[in-house]
């Protein structure tokens, strides 16, 4: 059986000499795996870039009843970006989500809310010119509504993250506790979905305010474990 779908590249592994097994969210089945021939041949050159991370793909793929690995029949890129892979900060922006992202859904089935909240999402980002600099920040707690834990304020994050680094509070933990909330109205700004209006001041802040967020995730997402790419993010943000 073949359906039609569009989908979002999460990742790719490496598959014998020539073609690898690419993870995709698509519109049709949730996170599904696809065994693609011969992308990685000399010729015709340029086909691997098609399964970069968030790559928007228009695609025909073959189903299992049996569910498992398949293989995609047809694919084409749906939307050839127009910044994403040429901007260091954005591309740098695109692999720190996109391994949030491929961690954090796991379901096999239709969500077509979150689809386009992604899609829209990846849209926006290439097309933004400036002021993206608290896009990855906006993004996590946009995509925690979708998840299901998403905070209604600043204060339930850091309230959440500062409880469970110190279960115990004693005076000597205290500072702590109060260190996390400094960073509550900054969340609290971009909850309010106005990215150009946040007032995040330097790149310093912006990571304590992802390492934050990324300890609510692990709270919440089982198994999120650490997030590799945040290293490569961070040096970026120093720079903004």
Do not use: W
Request: hydrophobic share 40%; net charge neutral; with cysteine.
């Amino acid at each position: 059986m073949l359906i039609k779908t569009r989908g979002i590249v999460l990742n790719y592994l490496k598959y014998r000499e020539t073609s690898i097994i690419a993870r995709i969210y698509t519109e049709q089945r949730g996170v599904q795996s696809y065994v693609v021939n011969g992308v990685r041949k000399a010729k015709p050159p340029g086909r691997i870039a098609l399964f970069q991370p968030f790559t928007l793909l228009d695609m025909v793929a073959y189903v299992s009843p049996r569910g498992g690995l398949t293989r995609l029949s047809e694919f084409r890129c749906l939307r050839p970006f127009r910044t994403l892979p040429y901007d260091v900060r954005k591309s740098s922006v695109v692999l720190f989500l996109s391994e949030v992202v491929s961690r954090t859904l796991r379901e096999e089935e239709e969500n077509p809310a979150l689809f386009e909240f992604l899609y829209r999402s990846i849209v926006a980002f290439d097309e933004q010119e400036s002021g993206f600099e608290n896009f990855a920040l906006l993004f996590l707690l946009n995509l925690s509504h979708y998840l299901g834990f998403g905070p209604d304020s600043g204060q339930q994050i850091t309230e959440q993250v500062a409880f469970a680094t110190d279960v115990n509070l004693t005076a000597t933990s205290r500072p702590t506790v109060l260190r996390f909330q400094e960073f509550e109205h900054f969340f609290d700004e971009l909850l309010q979905g106005d990215i150009a209006s946040a007032t995040v001041p330097n790149g310093r802040v912006r990571r304590e305010l992802l390492l934050i967020l990324l300890r609510y995730y692990q709270l919440h997402v089982e198994g999120l474990g650490d997030i590799r790419s945040l290293d490569v993010l961070s040096e970026v943000l120093a720079e903004l």
